[in-house]
């Protein structure tokens, strides 16, 4: 079951992560910036941030679009680098994965991990929990869409080389596992428990077995 990604306007900092944009990069001045803010654990704030850049705000909403857009930007930058460092440690044959984990499923619940022992992200599910949750699990933005279609990559690749032998049919288990990995992740906003990334892998790990 695919998401459908919903049509969002263009803006600079879109065209300049494609790298489809030329001249200074301006847009990517102010999204590393903002970046920079919420790693740190502090809240991003346009003002601040046309501050910081010795620019008017008006020119910031030109660049990266609303506050909305620049924060799923940063949260997808985030996510998806560390998939690509999960895989390319996975390819590599150094993961440190539990005994008889797939590649997939190491790749998918160290994401997990990371994503609750991320301090700016922390903060930011404290600080602006409801929001998070439009942002990164609704059809508000494209986020989810895009994470689903990453995890389908993920999944495609590692059945296709033999590595991954899940009961569960392929067109259905990327979307299963991005809402098995927001339930663990946002448990304290859902439920109000501790985020349990153990819990997690052991779902993950079911769905997810070694091929043969």
Do not use: H
């Amino acid at each position: 079951m695919a998401a459908r990604s919903p049509r969002l306007a263009d803006t600079p900092l879109r065209r300049q992560l494609a790298g489809s944009a030329t001249g200074r990069p301006t847009a990517l001045d102010a999204f590393r910036q903002a970046r920079r803010t919420f790693c740190a654990g502090e809240r991003v704030d346009m003002q601040a941030l046309a501050r910081t850049l010795d620019i008017d705000r008006a020119t910031v909403y030109r660049w990266v679009g609303s506050r909305e857009q620049l924060l799923t930007e940063i949260l997808w930058s985030l996510i998806s680098r560390t998939i690509e460092k999960l895989r390319a440690t996975e390819s590599n044959g150094s993961a440190q994965a539990d005994s008889g984990q797939s590649p997939a499923a190491a790749v998918i619940t160290g994401t997990v991990r990371g994503v609750i022992a991320n301090t700016g992200m922390q903060r930011f599910l404290e600080r602006e929990g409801e929001l998070a949750l439009r942002l990164l699990t609704t059809k508000a933005t494209d986020f989810e869409a895009r994470l689903i279609a990453l995890i389908g990559q993920l999944v495609n690749e590692e059945i296709a080389a033999g590595r991954l032998n899940a009961a569960v049919p392929a067109g259905d288990l990327p979307y299963v596992l991005v809402r098995i990995m927001e339930s663990y992740i946002y448990l304290g906003l859902i439920t109000g428990a501790t985020p349990d990334p153990d819990g997690a892998a052991r779902v993950i790990n079911a769905l997810l077995p070694i091929g043969n």
